[in-house]
């Protein structure tokens, strides 16, 4: 069965502190997302790759915020450092992009739920 | 940001009764998908529809979208409890951009 894999699933992490969330994309998919859940924010796309390309991470602080696919089954986003505002659920999701049909669905991990004190 | 902004945010219903939920957009899109969100999971697809079609089913979901007017709407009918979750539109636009709406949280009661 398909899916994709996000870990790890919690993480509890003092300010300052590196946090490295890693994703596992279905296999063949070709577009993997990373989103940030907040109540306040609701779903934010953080950045996204095509063929492991990152296409746009316009969403991300760039400072501390870094989104990499070093190959076609693991991406990772990093932060560092992690501050309290940085508490959210961060959720990977991946999908098949075709040129004439564009996006079909996006398979969505459990997420992560980072909480920085 | 959200490319959509969805109403309303909050909807309790009774059984048996049906659902609608709307979800207005701002840039051209080549579909929109409709998903939804379980307390504490991950997003689950539910359906999309294409820039070109106006109504779409899927058992008891129906989606119609009109680019004109840059919004679409969500009805389930003969809801049911285990219908009770958040659902997110979502457009994919430029570059296949896939980004979602604020969501409305659905509550069917017995």
């Known amino acids: 069965d398909a899916r994709v894999t996000q870990t790890p699933r919690h993480k509890v992490t003092e300010m300052g502190q590196e946090v490295t969330m890693r994703c596992q994309p279905i296999?063949?998919?070709?577009?993997v997302f990373w989103y940030r859940q907040t109540m306040m924010q609701g779903l934010e796309l953080l950045a996204y790759?095509?063929?492991?390309?990152?296409?746009?991470d316009s969403g991300m602080p760039k400072d501390r915020f870094s989104a990499e696919m070093p190959d076609a089954t693991l991406a990772t986003l990093k932060i560092q450092p992690s501050e309290p505002r940085d508490s959210a659920v961060y959720f990977c999701?991946?999908?098949?992009?075709?040129?004439?049909?564009?996006?079909?669905?996006?398979?969505f991990g459990q997420g992560t739920r980072l909480t920085v004190v | 940001s959200q490319q959509g902004e969805e109403d309303p945010q909050a909807l309790s219903i009774q059984e048996g009764e049906n659902a609608t939920m709307n979800c207005s957009y701002k840039t051209s899109i080549n579909n929109l998908q409709w998903y939804r969100q379980n307390s504490g999971r991950g997003l689950v697809h539910l359906i999309l529809?294409?820039?070109?079609?106006r109504e779409k089913h899927s058992g008891r979901l129906r989606v119609t979208l009109d680019t004109s007017k840059k919004s679409s709407s969500l009805l389930i009918t003969a809801s049911r409890a285990a219908d009770t979750a958040s659902y997110f539109c979502a457009t994919d636009a430029f570059w296949n951009k896939l980004t979602f709406g604020t969501g409305t949280q659905l509550k069917v009661e017995l």
């Open positions: 790759f095509r063929n492991r390309a990152p296409l746009d």
């Open positions: 999701a991946s999908g098949l992009v075709s040129v004439d049909r564009g996006n079909t669905e996006a398979f």
């Open positions: 296999l063949g998919h070709n577009t």
């Open positions: 529809i294409r820039s070109n079609e």
